[in-house]
């Protein structure tokens, strides 16, 4: 089946490192994404990885994919109370047609 | 400033009354989708319509009815509104036609049925 599933809250001081995780169920992903809600607004796009590759570095965004577990991880450095936001895992899946099934979303709190 | 416009912002409307969302995009996308946002339970997509002409149902299609009569408009219908579709709706789109489906949303409807 597809399922996409994340922890709904993470609290974290400001200055230390976020660790947001996601566990997909589908094999068929072609592309894994994580986007950012931020209060009283839609979702953008944050960073993505492809599904052959293990890890993805974008400034202080580290994207960790375990294809074998179906793992996924977005790891923040130095987070920052502007980092305080909805973030939601999703994949693509080819079915045909491609579709995007999105994660509940995990809720971070930044403390200053 | 290219992008999707979702109207109204937000809305109280009376159980039994029908309601349209409107949703408009400017980057001559061919996908689009309308998904509720509800606490706990993420995105759940309505509708869906991967190109002018077309439409699909989603997960939660119940209740709801969409249109895409041009590349730009994809309204969604509510006909006779409920108080479990008190929810979040956003629009959203995607150029389609490759793996890599980059989804861009509007910044959403806030709605309440009473």
């Not at chain 2, 002018?52 to 309204?75: I, M």
């Not at chain 2, 509510?78 to 861009?104: D, H, I, K």
Request: glycine share 10%.
């Amino acid at each position: 089946g597809e399922d996409v599933e994340q922890s709904l809250f993470l609290s974290v001081r400001e200055g230390d490192s976020s660790v947001i995780n996601c566990t997909y169920t589908d094999s068929s992903s072609t592309y894994l994404y994580w986007y950012k809600q931020e209060p009283g607004a839609g979702l953008q796009l944050l960073t993505y990885i492809f599904s052959n590759m293990d890890m993805k570095q974008d400034q202080r965004l580290t994207v960790l994919l375990n294809k074998k577990d179906k793992h996924l991880s977005l790891r923040i450095a130095d987070t920052q109370t502007g980092d305080s936001a909805i973030y939601f895992c999703a994949e693509s899946l080819n079915t045909g047609g491609f579709k995007t099934i999105f994660g509940a979303g995990t809720r971070l709190f930044v403390k200053a | 400033i290219a992008g999707i416009t979702q109207a109204p912002t937000s809305q109280i409307l009376a159980a039994g009354r029908r309601m349209t969302l409107r949703c408009t995009q400017d980057m001559r996308h061919n996908a689009m989708y309308w998904y509720r946002q509800d606490l706990g339970l993420g995105l759940r997509l309505i509708h869906y319509s991967n190109t002018a002409g077309t439409t699909g149902k989603g997960e939660v299609p119940d209740g709801y009815s969409v249109s895409r009569a041009n590349t730009d408009d994809f309204p969604l219908t509510l006909a006779s509104a409920v108080p479990s579709q008190t929810s979040v709706y956003f629009c959203a789109s995607t150029p389609g036609g490759g793996s890599y489906n980059e989804q861009f949303f509007g910044p959403g409807t806030r709605l309440t049925v009473l």
